[in-house]
């Protein structure tokens, strides 16, 4: 077989760990490999190709799949198709996170197929998209890829008893949707999510259980802000604005995410967005289902629960990066959107 060369660039800081590197070989994944690993999400992972031996390669690069924790389960990828085939396994129920970064993927999880991938915007900048899905009862999962088409991925599987030990029964919002069957939710990432998801195709060297923190670490960050997006409002149809006045507003929102700590007035984010404040909210909410503030508080919240988490601040302290004067107030807010009181998220470091 032709050397295929790597599928994708090196991690700088990392040169001699990512298997993708120039100065090795990419890794090449049998089925086999494949097939043993699928058992940690789901079972009777099989090639619809006949003539596909266990024991051929049919992908180059680093695919790892890692139990993080009992029902916490990362598949990280960066691989590029040695066949065109189409592959399945059958999923246990719980929570599906995906996040593909580069690439293409061509997938059904039951009856509904997906096209993921990032996309091009009204203005020729790439856009991701993050998907979560639920699957309330066993499903099978088709995955069809064609020879030389390349992935970079992030995925993450929740099982339920993972979901019941972190809470999500105190709240309803999420309840529900894990409770019905091929429920979708998509988003636009934050520019600190995807930052995240890169990380954790490269982690640096290290041992297994290093490595593992870290993944895990981070695959927290990402089921964080996943399940606080479930409590947001669902944006209204991509339809209502022009692609134009779309790719305008996530600029927005980038601008929003990086000024977090300033005290914008709604007049400073109109020009900011070249709008007068009538149609800035009016797009606003058509774009993200909610006004700009209550996207400001959202992600003030996330930030403040970053800090909870990460690095044991009070709960003063993460009132006040979150804008909130009143800890009380701050304490109602963070468990409307989370789920549970903050002093609880800060014993968990």
Known sequence: MDNPGPAFPPCPAHRNYCMTSPETTPRLVSGSQIIRLSGLVGSGYRFNQPGLAADVPVLAGDFRV????????AHCTQVE???SMTSQVLLEPGLKFSLLLDGQADV?????RFQFGPHRDGRGRLRHECTLLSLAEPDLFVRRARRGGSERKVSLTL???????????????IRTFCREHLSVRSWVPSASLVALATQM???PPGST????????SRAIDLVAEALAVLGQPLPAAPGRLRPREYARLLDLADYLDQHLDDALSLDTIAREAGLNVTSLQRQFRAAFGCT??????????LAARTALEKHGVSVGEAAHLAGYSSAANFATAYKRAFGMPPKLSRTRI
Do not use: I, T
């Open 66 to 73: 890692a139990r993080l924790r009992p029902g916490l389960v």
């Open 81 to 83: 198709n040695l066949h």
């Open 108 to 112: 059904a999880f039951g009856h509904r």
């Open 159 to 173: 099982s339920p008893q993972w979901l019941a030990q972190a809470g999500v029964d105190s709240d309803d919002v």
């Open 201 to 203: 195709l490269c982690p």
């Open 209 to 216: 259980l290093m490595q593992n923190l870290y993944l895990e």
């Open 292 to 301: 700009v503030f209550g996207y400001l508080r959202q992600r003030k919240l």
